[in-house]
């Protein structure tokens, strides 16, 4: 069961799922019809990229419930690389979304058309900004409440949106200048911006699959932390990883050899609430050594 901080945070990461595809959906019917009335190739990249957001917040939505499910007999750590699955997921469809758009922009730069209906295209974007915009500071709410990966994928992909539709407002107006050349070039921009957000994407998650170490300033704050203690004499093989929202910290602690069993779990205890107050969201497993007993350990797995 959930706490009522956890609850309260997978009804944000719930939420955020719902107002993601929400958007999404009422973003393509208005691009759809504005783009059958401009003919613009950037308006239609802006359609491609909003179908796609479309797609990827589903899979998020489903990824997120999947994450969010407790630890059961057969996933005892839980469920939250369904988050860092559904990430490599987004950042799939968002390089095929933008490679398709290189192809259909050539296209279009070797055969320039005449853009039509330019205030409805100008409209539509307009709306497209303020509503992405309503957008990214909920998840910006959301991801400082819960640091859940899925939505900072879902929240990259809708930041790059922001560019997209501003570089298509400006691609409309050089158009309605006599210079349609720049919709594809504008269009050609975009796909490279795309490209980018979706490396950026896949790194996060493949690093999360991958069960790379927390970030530096973390294991050296943990270390602090544990150095702190009055009764601890350091710490040797500090491991961490993170999983959906939760990470997870293991640590070997060094005692006097003096202490006794009951003594050293107390201490252990003690350490673990010090950190948990830090990493609130965490998983802590300490175990307790003898400091006369620590040996140097291999360059890879000292802390």
Sequence with gaps: MFSGLDQDKARLMRMATYVSTGVAVTLIVIKLVAWFMTGSVSLLATLIDSCLDALASVVNLIAVHHALTPADKEHRFGHGKAEALAGLGQATFIAGSALFLVLEAASHLLHPQEISAMPVGIAVMIFSIVATLGLLMFQKHVINKTDSTAIKADHMHYKTDLLVNAGV???????????????????????????????????????????????????????????????????????????????????????????????????????????????????????????????????????
Aim: with cysteine; net charge negative.
């Design 169 to 303: 407002i400006v691609a409309l107006l050089l158009a309605s200048y006599g210079w349609p050349g720049f919709d594809p070039v504008f269009a050609i921009a975009i796909a490279a911006y795309i490209l980018y957000s979706a490396w950026e994407i896949a790194k996060e998650s493949l690093d999360l699959l991958m069960d790379r170490e927390l970030p530096d300033e973390d294991r050296d704050r943990i270390k602090l932390i544990v150095r702190n203690h009055p009764d601890a004499r350091g710490l040797h093989d500090l491991r961490t990883r993170k999983s959906g929202t939760t990470s997870f910290i293991q640590l070997h602690l060094e005692l006097d050899d003096s202490l006794t069993l009951l003594q050293a779990h107390t201490i252990a205890d003690d350490v673990e609430a010090c950190i948990l107050a830090e990493y609130p969201d965490a998983e802590v497993i300490i175990h307790e050594d003898p400091a006369s007993l620590t040996e140097p350990k291999p360059v890879f797995a000292q802390s």
